[in-house]
Nanobody, 122 residues
Framework: QVQLVESGGGLVQAGGSLRLSCAAS????????MAWFRQTPGKEREFVARISWSGGITYYADSVKGRFTISRDNAKNTVYLQMNGLKSEDTAVYYC???????????????WGQGTQVSVSS
């Protein structure tokens, strides 16, 4: 059983930056594909970014490509999401997830954090 705890959310002005962190425990972190998703009220959870177990392969949603960077530190059991050039439409609860398959599908990820709120003011 893997436990995931996100941190780093907050309120930021449009154009600003935030770095989210997700600390994992209870499993072999380095064997999991890690991903970030986000969700706003009334909408389905959507894929943001994912990273391979080694960190060598990353993949982004078109909406964040060029602005967000996902990375991981397997020695610290932590995955990060650096968010630059934030826009009001990035406002959401951000979740990290762990799974086996390199996919964008929510249902394919086995473990989820509790989420952290990111609010971007225009």
């Amino acid at each position: 059983q893997v436990q995931l705890v996100e941190s780093g959310g907050g309120l930021v002005q449009a154009g600003g930056s935030l770095r989210l962190s997700c600390a994992a425990s209870g499993g072999t972190f380095s064997t999991y594909v890690m991903a970030w998703f986000r969700q706003t009220p009334g909408k389905e959870r959507e894929f943001v970014a994912r990273i391979s177990w080694s960190g060598g392969i990353t993949y982004y949603a078109d909406s964040v490509k060029g602005r967000f960077t996902i990375s991981r530190d397997n020695a610290k059991n932590t995955v990060y999401l650096q968010m630059n050039g934030l826009k009001s439409e990035d406002t959401a609860v951000y979740y990290c997830a762990a799974g086996i398959q390199p996919t964008t599908m929510t249902r394919k990820f086995d473990y989820w954090g509790q989420g952290t709120q990111v609010s971007v003011s225009s």
